[in-house]
């Protein structure tokens, strides 16, 4: 007679890398995870603690193969555990957690002027070679009766939140100005950045000075060439 074999779906699972799940997962569902894509919606309570334990090995992984002695040396001995936290709980945050709470009010003081935020201190990678990109953003909202109203420093928080993941500035603004249209509906919307990219300046040219600005006009922004003239003219923007 035959046994009747007793491994069932769970125990098959434990063998699988936590990141084949959630990948399988998005799959699944027909969606995107590209580097600048949040993936949080399809990540499980207790997985991103695995998923930090994978990537430490991994990243052992590319230590040896860069013929670096992590037994010996002093100084390197914990540097993939470093690394992989440096990843998934800061620079690359923005891809696994979900969106700040943002609290949103009516515009009960009928608000229509122009209110300018910034500059908002940013930090990202560049998703080409993971170098870092710092800058600074201004966003600029012309509210309406109907807008929602959020707290200035939530601004500073959904800008974290989009560039805490492997970006390319031009379609991190964008991805920004879409978050921030969303959740306030203004009239207008204007967002411009600055940034310098490390991988211009820590490899390739090597230079230092040169910095990117970009920017994105939506609404009254984008037809009335008088208020983005104001607008760009309210920047404080330094050398």
């Known amino acids: ?97 979900t969106g700040p709470a943002i609290t949103e009010f009516p515009n009960v003081g009928h608000l229509n002027e122009l209110m ?14 993971f170098c870092p990109v ?21 601004y500073a928080r959904l800008a974290e939140w989009i560039m805490g993941r492997p970006q390319i500035q031009e379609e991190a603004v964008v991805q920004l100005a879409d978050l921030i249209q969303e959740k306030t509906q203004p009239d207008g919307l204007a967002i411009v950045m600055e940034a310098s990219h490390y991988c211009m300046a820590w490899r390739g040219v090597k230079d230092m000075d040169s910095k990117m600005i970009n920017s994105v006009m939506r609404g009254v922004f984008l037809k009335d060439s008088n208020l983005r003239r104001e607008f760009l003219s309210l920047i404080p923007r330094k050398g």
């Open 134 to 154: 710092i800058g600074k953003i201004w966003i600029g909202v012309m509210p309406n009766e109907h807008t929602n109203v959020i707290g200035l420093s939530k």
């Open 116 to 129: 300018i935020v910034g500059p908002i201190t940013v930090r990202s990678a560049c998703s080409h070679h």
């Open 1 to 97: 007679m035959k046994k009747k074999s007793t491994m069932n779906t769970t125990d098959a699972d434990q063998g699988t890398p936590v990141s084949v799940k959630i990948r399988e997962r998005i799959q699944a569902a027909r969606k995107r995870f590209h580097a600048n894509d949040n993936i949080a919606q399809f990540v499980e309570p207790g997985e991103l603690e695995q998923l930090l334990d994978e990537v430490e090995v991994k990243m052992k992984g590319v230590l040896d193969s860069l013929v670096i002695d992590t037994v010996n040396d002093h100084n390197t001995g914990n540097t993939a555990r470093r690394v992989a936290k440096m990843y998934l709980q800061e620079v690359f945050r923005g891809r696994y957690v």
